[in-house]
DNA sequence: CTGTTAGCGCTTTCAT
DNA sequence: ATGAAAGCGCTAACAG
């Protein structure tokens, strides 16, 4: 039934040639210069037999597969992985190669098991993706092939891609000042001094930085700030709706739009509006902040650029260590006011 | 630098044998029965060597790859992509399989590239998944491989996997009735003498249907039915808004969380309270299902356990044609009462 | 029960 | 300018 596969000794014996020859045409070889006839028959035989190389064979011979491992510590757990996984798998493919996807979640053992895989297939490269912008990452054992580091960062691996978060941090607060906001802004999800948030990345920490220089330097400070232990919606709505008791915020500038998304709830039940008496801006741009009445303001997480620029480095021979950063896009919608809330 | 890759010759020189035995011994090949001595020594050998076996010789040479091609039409889209992927992901690596993940946009050329990438690779077998549950799924391309389809169906590949979105009609429509309601129930989303929606796929049809089919069982028929171009939340507030002017109903049953999610928005305008004033039910478990106040009570799409089992099947030899339907999984939360809403 | 031989399909010396 | 031969690492036949 399924005919026997095609190869290149199929191809060189239509053309009239070696397998040498043949192979030589059709890698496109550029030091040799086989006869332009001989280019054209082997082009011809190939085509006219459908023929496709055996990826087995070459990895085998060359040692390289056109293949690149993403390894992530959880790929479904976050809506981030996404964006992440898709920047890079289109990246690949521009470039001809192919994308094998494990999944560790953060398990040593699982991240030796996936490292290993990856390697008995001789992928030609290697990326570690932490979706939770965790802390380092470290499958001690040892790596032939290139590595990048996505979303996160490590010691042993100097490249790396991450979003930038303190740029990110500097825009939110120079949003809220270019919407007339300049006084009794409310920070939402992090007090220095109270301290209750899980383990904060090092890149939250940039945007916290992100946002404290800007308001310093343009001489804001906040009013209030609320910390909690997980960002998430129901933190965000029990925060605003008791700091709405005793306070009257002109904006609410939320770390991130879950966040944002409990602190529309809350604000719902006031019957304040958004943004003419209340503005927010937020941070990741999170698929709930275009649901919401008005759209929230955020600044993304420039997921889908990160993977790909991850790629990029990967393949491309050239590159250099250091730390690439991605602009976080803004995405304007209403929570900003045209001019300064009232109140 | 790098020192060579220990291969199947080290191993059987350290272990005083020929690379035939070794290998046997380390396939695990049952029919040949080599002294237990050989046995401890082989694998005392791999052990202290580090030994991986080399996958491309090793495809070269069975045609097999341990490796498992993941076809899909778009996985950053939508939210759906994350389960499916996981879940097939999870079930290759317990079978010790590696997962390629491909997109294709729904482009013909690339869906046939990436088949023959696939192919090229020696792929053990093809999951082609519709993230947008569209009609059928057309590589025309010669297939050896075994193929599940996955939340889509091909009349070419018989083996496929969905969810029991039938069965979830009615389970919908059940926990309505055991929340009491009896009447004024509004359908959000469609209404088949009025349709306006987007191409529905099989699957919605099947949903409708069971719905349909229990509110018949149970005598309960739709005090009216709304019907949309798109399922966003924008236009399940608008057609909740005007609904709610001159309809006082007890309960909306909505097609999906997001429209779901833009009812809650406009009947948080009116005042009235969920569940006691209306109750809501829905489908997806959309992660803004939980995001709600109260949270949304809704059938989810069994993502995860369609990918497992759509892994399982393209692993299992014995598997035969068919549909398999996976059970839609129902999140309790508090958008339904304890009992009768009165208004 | 164990080892030798051959060859999967390709690329790469090295001869011609 | 082209081809023959070797060999990547592994496993399936077949001999011993």
Redesign the interface.
Known sequence: M?KKRVTLADVARLAGLSPTAASMILTGRPDTRLSAEAHAKVHAAAASLGY??????R??RTDR?R?IAFISDY??TT?Y???L??GA??AA?EAGH??????TGGAPEREIEAV???????VDGIIFAAMRAREVFVPDV?I?APVVMLNGSSARFPISVAPDEFAGGQTVVRLLAEAGVSERIVLLGHNPDDERGLFRSEFISRRIAGINHEMAERGLRFEKQLSCWNWE?DHG?DLTKSMLRDTSPTAILCLND?LA??AY?AI?QTGLSIPNNIALVSFDND??AS?L?PGLTTVGLPH?AMGREAMRLLLDPARSPGETLIEMPIMRRGSLPEQAPTR
């Open positions: 399924a496709r190389p055996n990826a087995a064979a990895a085998l597969s293949s790929v479904a809506r992985a996404n964006g996984i898709r798998l289109a493919e192919v994308m094998l996807v494990l999944e290993r895989a990856a390697l008995d297939r001789q040892p032939a919606p709505y879950r998304f409990g709830q719902g698929e709930v649901y009445r889908e």
